[in-house]
Structure formats: structure tokens, C-alpha cells
């Protein structure tokens, strides 16, 4: 039987067709009522054309560079404008939540982080601490939350701004409760592990669009000057007609927690979230979805297929692999390659690569002709030791805020949402081709009832197998 994505279903399967459980994937023969109703709505029935219908074919898979006047980046303030005081809450209290905080404090006056939530006391403490010692940002007791609906009292609490960056897999519902409460939002990468919350969040994404809120995503890269600058050089002609593409991600290990005496499987899963694939995704949508987006955005498309491998030889905890390589087609048959690896004692290396009938691009600051000449350079701003500053005049985590605030203040709505979630499921289409071992396409991830991680959120058991996915096995294949 040819694989299909829309035959692998959830966990929140409550229907009385027949079921069998492999490697955490439930069957079904009755399709799962979503538990996101409200966003299903927006997307049930034949979900591509809906998508296509709501957001435009020529948005997700088509290029949208048929404009013929000359492209200007857009010119971006080193500092957010001043205004009435905007309150941010945070959810999700880790390393990146706890930056994401001070990211907001440093993008212009008048701002206030008001309130914090996550699902650990310790996490939150040291986040309220490292507020109070670092800006002397008090969090009072009464808006310090925590649990699995911490973020639904931080909404409450009468914050203007919600910054969500708790695990991946919690991302859409968040969400969708922060446009429901009419919230602007700063959403961390990836928006979703899976194609229901892809397609929920891009759901999200509209409505928020309708209300005229504010959406800014992780993906910092497109708020970087010198990203910003090249794709303008590239946009208008520089390497004429882009051909293919190729990044490589290669580095070490992240991080892994091992499990702690007394704790549950929830708890040990959380505190280990990068290394388990319903909570982060897998590296390729946690981290690889940088360089997927670049591409994406460069391409000005989105890939109508995936063909990937991968594999698995030393990490030590959770369910997902050391390695992702994929080759993606967009629907007039050009391609890029990705490869990504994490992996200690190997050779590191990082890079964008687009190549075009006249020469190629780095994407962040050079393009070069086929001799390997450089032609064009972005010029940098020089820092007091005479050499470019790169991360000057405003680091790219604080130039998104920056961006958030100023469109708020100005009233120049900006979103991000269904871009991201499209990145987002490029990266969970190519890492389902590289766990099943088939060729998945943009139609099966828009037709897919696939949603990862249990059914409800408590301190207890999970019941998701450990072993990672075995190519070639997978139900369906």
C-alpha cells in the first residue's frame, strides 16, 4: 500500500473504529475529532484547497516573485517607538522564554514583563530572579502561574502582549487562546510538531489577521539586516533565477537531562522536551527549521514534497534521531538539500547555499560568481576594535521584538503565523520521510490527522514508546 500521511492518526482518537498501536501512532479507521474544533473549522473537509482558498495557492506553494518593480528591504529602527505601556506575559520560563523576556524589555520604553507561567515552580523562580536581579522586574505572587494551564492565567492577567515559548507541541493551543483574548503574540520556532497543529496555528494565524493583532515568530533570521539585504540583491536579479539549493547543519549534541529519581514520565519528558519528538518535533523542526526557512524564503515557495533519511547512534535519550537529511522539490521540480546532525567528535559546519543562473549566495552577507569571486558584500557596521560587528547595532533576538512593538505602536499590523507554521510543516514533511522511509508530500501534511503526545496533560505516565522510528515499518509503508 502507498504511504500516506492522512493514514497515521492520533492519540485523541475517541471514535469506535478499530485500532493498533506501533511506535506510538495510533490507527484508526474513523478520522479523530480534533480537540481544536474552532480551528478545524477553518480547515475541515478537503483541507488544501480550504488552505489554498484562505491564504492563497500562490502563498504556499508558488512563487510570489512575479512583481516586477525594484525590491527594498524595509528599513528597521534600532529602537521600538515610544507609546502607552505594553504589558508581555511570559509562558514558558526556560532558557529561551527567560531571553525572550529580556529580548522584550530591551526593544524600547514603556514595556513591562507583568506576568510569568510554566508548568515548574523551579523554572519560574529562576526566571521572576533573574528579572527582578538583571532589570529589577518584580513579578508579584499573584501573577506567577503554574501548571499545564498556566498560560490561560497569564492571558487572563491582563497583558497586551503574550510571548509563548514553552515546548513546541503546546504552541497551537496556546495560541489560538491568546487570539481568542484578542493577545499580540511572540510566538518562539518551531509553532508545531505535527500537521493538525500546523494547520491550526496557520488557522490561528488568519483570525488573528481578521483582528488586526500583531504576530511575531522566532525565526530571527528574517528580521537580520544583513539576511534582509541579501534577499533583496537576490530578489532583484543579483544571481538571476534561482536554481537550487543546499545547508548543512552540522554540530554537536544540544543537551539531554537524564530521569531523576521520583519522577514521572511527564516530568522526565518535560525537563528532557528537546530530546522527545512530541514535545520538540525532532532537531529538524527545533533548530533546522532556521535554515528550512531561509530557504523557503528565499524560494519565495514552499516545497510540494520530501524525500529523507536518517538515523540514530548516540543520543541517549528520547525517541528521535541523531541525523535528518532530506531532499526537497518544489512543484516546478527545483530542489534543496538539507542535512542536519548532532553528534559530538564530528566536523562542524553550518551554511545556506542558493545557487542561480549568474552566481550563488551565502544568504547572509556575500554573493559570489562562479569563478568563487565575490561581488557583492554586506557591509557591516564597524565596531570600536576596527572589525564588522555583527551583531551590531541591535542583535537579531531583539531587533524581533523591536519589530513587534514598533507595528503595535504604529498600528501597522505585521504576521508571521502561517509563514512559520509552513516552515514548520516543511520540517515535520521532511522528518516523516525520513521516520517512515517513504516520500511525503505538502498535500499529505494538509490532509493528515497526525497529532504527537498524549491525549491529556497530567504528572503520570505517558504512554509513548522510547524506541526511536525504524524506516521501512511504519504503518501504511
Not at 500537521?195 to 491550526?200: H, S, T
Not at 528550512?292 to 536518517?310: C, Y
Not at 516543511?426 to 497529532?451: F, H, I, P
Request: negative net charge; contains cysteine.
Amino acid at each position: 500500500m502507498p504511504f500516506s500521511v492522512s493514514s497515521i492518526n492520533d492519540a485523541t482518537d475517541t471514535g469506535s473504529g478499530s485500532k493498533s498501536t506501533k511506535k506510538g501512532y495510533t490507527m484508526s479507521s474513523k478520522k479523530p475529532e480534533s480537540p481544536l474544533k474552532s480551528r478545524r473549522d477553518f480547515i475541515s473537509g478537503a483541507a488544501a484547497l480550504t488552505i489554498a482558498g484562505a491564504f492563497g495557492a500562490g502563498h504556499l506553494l508558488s512563487s510570489c516573485g512575479s512583481q516586477k518593480q525594484r525590491y527594498e528591504p524595509p528599513a528597521l529602527a534600532d529602537i521600538a517607538p515610544d507609546g502607552p505601556l505594553l504589558r508581555a506575559g511570559l509562558v514558558g520560563c526556560g532558557g529561551r522564554g527567560t531571553g525572550a523576556a529580556f529580548n522584550f524589555l530591551n526593544a524600547g520604553p514603556n514595556l513591562q514583563i507583568t506576568a510569568l507561567g510554566d508548568v515548574f515552580r523551579d523554572r519560574l523562580d529562576r526566571c521572576r530572579q533573574s528579572l527582578k536581579e538583571q532589570r529589577d522586574v518584580d513579578i508579584p505572587d499573584s501573577n506567577c502561574f503554574v501548571g499545564f494551564d498556566a498560560y490561560k492565567h497569564v492571558i487572563d492577567s491582563g497583558v497586551d502582549v503574550v510571548i509563548l515559548a514553552t515546548p513546541p507541541h503546546f504552541r497551537p493551543e496556546q495560541f489560538e487562546a491568546a487570539v481568542q483574548a484578542r493577545k499580540h503574540a511572540f510566538i518562539e520556532k518551531p509553532c508545531a510538531v505535527d500537521p493538525v497543529g500546523a494547520r491550526a496555528v496557520m488557522a490561528s494565524g488568519k483570525m488573528a489577521e481578521s483582528a488586526g493583532l500583531s504576530v511575531v515568530s522566532g525565526t530571527q533570521l528574517r528580521h537580520a539586516r544583513d539576511f534582509l539585504s541579501t534577499f533583496g540583491m537576490v530578489k532583484n536579479g543579483a544571481i538571476g533565477e534561482l536554481i537550487s539549493g543546499t545547508t548543512l547543519r552540522l554540530e554537536g549534541k544540544l543537551w539531554h537531562r537524564n530521569r531523576q529519581p521520583g519522577e514521572s514520565d511527564m516530568e522526565a519528558m518535560l525537563r528532557d522536551w528537546v530530546n522527545w519528538t512530541w514535545l520538540s518535533g525532532d532537531h529538524i523542526a527545533e533548530q533546522f527549521v532556521h535554515q528550512i526557512d531561509i530557504l523557503n524564503w528565499f524560494f519565495e515557495k514552499f516545497p510540494s514534497e520530501a524525500l529523507g533519511m536518517g538515523g540514530r547512534h548516540r543520543r541517549v535519550t528520547g525517541d528521535q534521531y541523531d541525523f535528518i537529511s532530506v531532499d526537497y522539490t518544489f512543484d516546478d521540480k527545483r530542489k534543496y538539500q538539507g542535512f542536519h546532525r548532532q553528534i559530538d567528535g564530528c566536523h562542524n559546519q553550518s551554511e545556506v547555499l542558493i545557487y542561480g543562473t549568474k552566481g550563488y549566495t551565502n544568504c547572509q552577507n556575500r554573493i559570489f560568481d562562479y569563478d568563487g569571486n565575490v561581488v557583492w558584500e554586506y557591509q557591516y557596521v564597524i565596531g570600536e576594535d576596527g572589525q564588522p560587528a555583527r551583531r551590531l547595532p541591535v542583535v537579531r533576538e531583539d531587533q524581533s521584538h523591536i519589530n513587534l512593538v514598533t507595528a503595535i505602536r504604529t498600528n501597522n499590523p505585521v504576521n508571521e503565523a502561517v509563514t512559520m507554521a509552513s516552515s514548520s510543516l516543511v520540517a515535520v514533511m521532511g522528518r516523516e520521510s525520513a521516520y517512515t522511509g517513504q516520500k511525503v508530500t505538502w498535500e499529505d501534511m494538509m490532509n493528515s490527522s497526525l497529532r504527537l503526545g498524549p491525549e491529556e496533560y497530567s504528572m503520570g505516565a505517558v504512554n509513548i514508546p522510547a524506541e526511536p522510528p525504524v524506516p521501512g515499518t511504519a504503518p501504511g509503508s
